[in-house]
């Protein structure tokens, strides 16, 4: 049974949402997203190559999923550097709910390489980083995963089983043109995780593998509820989690509709960037006056263009400096 103490089940699949949900009988909480409008325009203001704009898509899906646990205020930041065709991949959710992404790539090398390659085939060899920034009066906390072949699903669960010591499952999808009515992009994913009362039930193998030999692995028994559970929630197929017919609610029902499942008060999110006359003004003030000389283009005036959302701004050298 599906219940929600704070809003009815909703059959109408909506998009740009972040959908909480626990499963109290496998001691599992999580959360859905759907993006749509809001993916769809950060990829076509940039407009990238399809391949490309799976793998931000993608991006944008796991920086949601993560970035939607801070409860106030903050910043989350999923950044990768590489040698891969994309070489750098940035994504900022602001809390409560703005996402922003951008990629830098090699064109060149992406026509070269083929321009349907899986998205961690354009990643390569690097790193992931994972920065969780409350304000102020908080601690910045910064996790890293190396990149070294594998996919966005497959680091985010290497970071949880390291970082956080957290048994837990992600599930990414991007999709182009679902409904055949046009182009519109979409990304969607899932997230699932094993938190018990009893931290004995949640730890993870010891990492250290003693004096067993070179090369030995040791694995340990996942408990029985999270094994259930990771075999229900690995049932979730692509297609599943960027419909736009099919509601996240009746989604987490198919799911674990065998042993119920609760959802709680969902979270909007917007694409929306942080960038501003003021903002830009202010990092303009923190060079020296010789470095905004250098700054200043054939008209006169410094021009700055933001990679997140593209938008262009031009100050008057003067307003820095009205002695010049």
């Not at 602001?94 to 083929?114: K, N, Q, S």
Request: proline share 6%.
């Amino acid at each position: 049974m599906l219940t929600s103490a704070e809003r009815p089940v909703s059959d109408l699949g909506e998009d740009d949402l972040v959908l909480p949900f626990a499963v109290t009988p496998l001691d599992i909480r999580g959360r859905v997203v759907r993006l749509g409008p809001s993916v769809d325009r950060i990829l076509k203001q940039h407009g990238y190559p399809d391949a490309v704009s799976r793998l931000v898509g993608e991006a944008a899906a796991l920086t949601a999923l993560l970035g939607s646990a801070l409860k106030i205020e903050g910043r989350f930041q999923l950044q990768t550097k590489t040698d891969g065709v994309v070489d750098m991949l940035v994504v900022d959710f602001d809390a409560p709910d703005r996402l922003r992404a951008f990629a830098r790539f090699d064109a060149e090398r992406l026509a070269t390489v083929g321009a349907r390659q899986a998205p961690a085939e354009l990643l390569g060899h690097g790193h992931l980083a994972l920065t969780i920034d409350q304000g102020a009066d908080m601690s910045r906390y910064q996790g890293v995963v190396p990149l070294e072949g594998q996919g966005l699903e497959a680091a985010a669960h290497q970071y949880f089983a390291q970082s956080e010591q957290i048994p837990t499952l992600v599930r990414l999808a991007v999709a182009q043109n679902v409904t055949g009515a046009g182009t519109d992009w979409r990304a969607g994913g899932l997230l699932a995780q094993f938190l018990p009362e009893s931290e004995d039930r949640r730890r993870q193998v010891d990492l250290d593998p003693g004096d067993a030999p070179e090369g030995f692995v040791r694995a340990a028994p996942d408990d029985d509820s999270w094994s259930e559970a990771k075999a229900l929630a690995a049932t979730a197929e692509d297609h599943e989690l960027v419909d736009p017919t099919l509601s996240s609610e009746r989604l987490l029902f198919r799911l674990f509709h065998e042993r119920g499942v609760r959802v709680f008060e969902p979270q909007p999110l917007r694409d929306a960037c942080r960038c501003s006359q003021e903002r830009i003004a202010g990092m303009l003030r923190s060079f020296s006056r010789t470095e905004r000389q250098d700054m200043i283009g054939p008209d006169g005036r410094i021009g700055v263009t933001c990679e997140f959302c593209g938008t262009h701004r031009a100050f008057d050298p003067a307003d820095f400096d009205p002695l010049q």
